[in-house]
């Protein structure tokens, strides 16, 4: 059974750090683009970090505050966002895609909220 397990939101302050992790089981996650999306309340989910070969590329919003990582040993995704902004509130989804996009896979979200 493909699982992806989105953990580590909670509650923190403007300017504050989480990091989130993303455990896959039932595939292996080392050949896929792993990629973090966000949906706030009342907006459309957007991309925020991709992983895809060696690359990553991130959302405009994000650059020099979140990076993505993975540890293809664990199987698991990460997403390190530090300096946490209000405009960062929002649930976060891991997703994994296959290359030729046949296999698609989301997490359930995990709440993250940025305020003082």
């Known amino acids: 059974q493909v699982q992806l397990v989105e953990s580590g939101g909670g509650l923190v302050q403007p300017g504050g750090s989480l990091r989130l992790s993303c455990a896959a089981s039932?595939?292996?996650?080392?050949?896929?683009?792993m990629t973090w999306y966000r949906q706030a309340p009342g907006k459309e989910r957007e991309l925020v970090a991709r992983?895809?070969?060696?690359?990553?590329n991130y959302a405009d919003s994000v650059k020099g505050r979140f990076t993505i990582s993975r540890d293809n040993a664990k199987n698991t995704v990460y997403l390190q966002m530090n300096s946490l902004k209000p405009e960062d509130t929002a649930v976060y989804f891991c997703?994994?895609?296959?290359?030729?996009?046949?296999?698609?896979?989301w997490g359930q979200g995990t709440q993250v909220t940025v305020s003082s």
């Open positions: 039932g595939f292996i996650i080392r050949p896929y683009a």
């Open positions: 997703n994994g895609q296959s290359a030729d996009r046949v296999r698609d896979y």
């Open positions: 992983s895809i070969g060696g690359s990553t």
